[in-house]
């Protein structure tokens, strides 16, 4: 190489490490809501010694904490996951780790695809909200599916969510966007932030512009979560009528086809969808199986990345800020 060839390699090497310190620098690197957590029974049977437990609690544990996940949204099938997190509370808070619990409304594989003719699940779900948790009340219910969209409108999904309105929590569906539409129309509400003119709902009177600006941004009442947010690749465009529609809509983004391209980063039309609303947006690890345990610090890893290619603050409401105001989680400190 000849001296102008080594200045120009040296000058070349420079900008290369430039580049990358750049692209480390923006990284995200604030701690994580996990919007979209299973404990299922693959993952640990936690009345059976191992090898029921390929992944017991402080396995799980250290994921979070080594992926700077500092709150989790937590559901199992059966319920015993989310109870053995929301339990063991000095495990959790030596990992840094508040737990969020969701009631799940399956006993099992088969409730999948009956929970929604099922009229036994409501009373699965008013026994285990009695119940509680050691971690506090149940926060929400769910993940629930509905693979036939139609099915959102049996009388299971009837009354979950008019009991989801009436005790102010939040519901994680993996559904069709048809089955938004329809969800919604079960509440009073309807999916909005001040009652539809001619229903006034007792304790929820009009607002002012101000209360109504911190209710859209979460933290009061029902939110519907809406697990993937179009895992079948509903149309972009379609995404932002339901989020215009619906203030009370939450957008989780696990396995959303079409949300990443080049680099890891934001595909333009997310990334644009994602600036309009930045309050409504969640990430989520769904460990619906265990290779999604093994792989938890990539997927946070991959989050980061496009969280990194956001203005500061938007990335910080959708990787923390949105699901700790929707729970009232304390932010950490460190
Ligand atoms: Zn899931």
Redesign the pocket.
């Given at each position: 190489m000849s001296a102008v060839g080594l200045i120009r390699f040296s000058g070349l090497a420079l900008v290369a490490g430039w580049v990358l310190s750049a692209a480390a620098q923006q990284t995200y690197t604030g701690p994580l809501f996990d919007a979209?957590l299973?404990y299922n029974d693959e993952a640990c049977v936690h009345d059976a010694p191992a090898p029921g437990c390929p992944h017991p609690l402080p396995d799980v544990l250290a994921r979070m904490q080594t992926s700077g996940v500092r709150a989790v949204l937590a559901n199992s099938r059966p319920n015993d996951g989310t109870r053995a997190l929301a339990t063991a509370r000095e495990q959790t808070h030596a990992a840094g780790v508040t737990v969020v619990p969701f009631v799940r409304l399956y006993r099992n594989r088969a409730d999948y695809n009956n929970w929604f003719r099922d009229g036994t699940i409501v009373d699965l779900v008013q026994a285990e909200l009695a119940k509680g948790t050691p971690a506090g009340p149940y926060r929400g219910l769910g993940?629930f599916h509905l693979y036939d969209s139609a099915n959102a409108n049996g009388p299971v999904a009837k009354q979950l969510m008019a009991l989801a309105e009436d005790k102010n929590l939040a519901i994680l569906a993996?559904v069709d966007d048809a089955a938004i539409d329809l969800l919604m129309a079960h509440t009073l509400l309807k999916g909005q932030i001040d009652p539809p003119p001619g229903r006034p709902k007792a304790d929820q009177p009009p607002r002012g512009a101000a209360t109504r600006a911190a209710a859209e941004r979460g933290g009061d009442g029902l939110r519907l979560i809406w697990?993937h947010t179009g895992i079948g690749g509903t149309p972009v465009a379609r995404v932002e009528q339901l989020m215009a529609r619906y203030p009370r809509l939450m957008g989780e983004l696990s396995y959303r086809p079409g949300l990443t391209c080049d680099g890891g980063q934001l595909c333009p039309e997310w990334r644009a969808l994602l600036l309009k609303y930045p309050d409504r947006f969640m990430i989520g690890s769904?460990t619906?199986i265990n290779q999604r345990w093994l792989y938890y610090g990539e997927l946070m890893q991959g989050y980061r990345t496009w969280l990194g290619g956001l203005p500061a603050d938007v990335a910080r409401r959708i990787g923390w800020d949105n699901g700790a105001r929707l729970f009232g989680v304390p932010t950490p400190k460190n």
């Amino acid at each position: 190489m000849s001296a102008v060839g080594l200045i120009r390699f040296s000058g070349l090497a420079l900008v290369a490490g430039w580049v990358l310190s750049a692209a480390a620098q923006q990284t995200y690197t604030g701690p994580l809501f996990d919007a979209h957590l299973h404990y299922n029974d693959e993952a640990c049977v936690h009345d059976a010694p191992a090898p029921g437990c390929p992944h017991p609690l402080p396995d799980v544990l250290a994921r979070m904490q080594t992926s700077g996940v500092r709150a989790v949204l937590a559901n199992s099938r059966p319920n015993d996951g989310t109870r053995a997190l929301a339990t063991a509370r000095e495990q959790t808070h030596a990992a840094g780790v508040t737990v969020v619990p969701f009631v799940r409304l399956y006993r099992n594989r088969a409730d999948y695809n009956n929970w929604f003719r099922d009229g036994t699940i409501v009373d699965l779900v008013q026994a285990e909200l009695a119940k509680g948790t050691p971690a506090g009340p149940y926060r929400g219910l769910g993940e629930f599916h509905l693979y036939d969209s139609a099915n959102a409108n049996g009388p299971v999904a009837k009354q979950l969510m008019a009991l989801a309105e009436d005790k102010n929590l939040a519901i994680l569906a993996h559904v069709d966007d048809a089955a938004i539409d329809l969800l919604m129309a079960h509440t009073l509400l309807k999916g909005q932030i001040d009652p539809p003119p001619g229903r006034p709902k007792a304790d929820q009177p009009p607002r002012g512009a101000a209360t109504r600006a911190a209710a859209e941004r979460g933290g009061d009442g029902l939110r519907l979560i809406w697990a993937h947010t179009g895992i079948g690749g509903t149309p972009v465009a379609r995404v932002e009528q339901l989020m215009a529609r619906y203030p009370r809509l939450m957008g989780e983004l696990s396995y959303r086809p079409g949300l990443t391209c080049d680099g890891g980063q934001l595909c333009p039309e997310w990334r644009a969808l994602l600036l309009k609303y930045p309050d409504r947006f969640m990430i989520g690890s769904d460990t619906w199986i265990n290779q999604r345990w093994l792989y938890y610090g990539e997927l946070m890893q991959g989050y980061r990345t496009w969280l990194g290619g956001l203005p500061a603050d938007v990335a910080r409401r959708i990787g923390w800020d949105n699901g700790a105001r929707l729970f009232g989680v304390p932010t950490p400190k460190n």
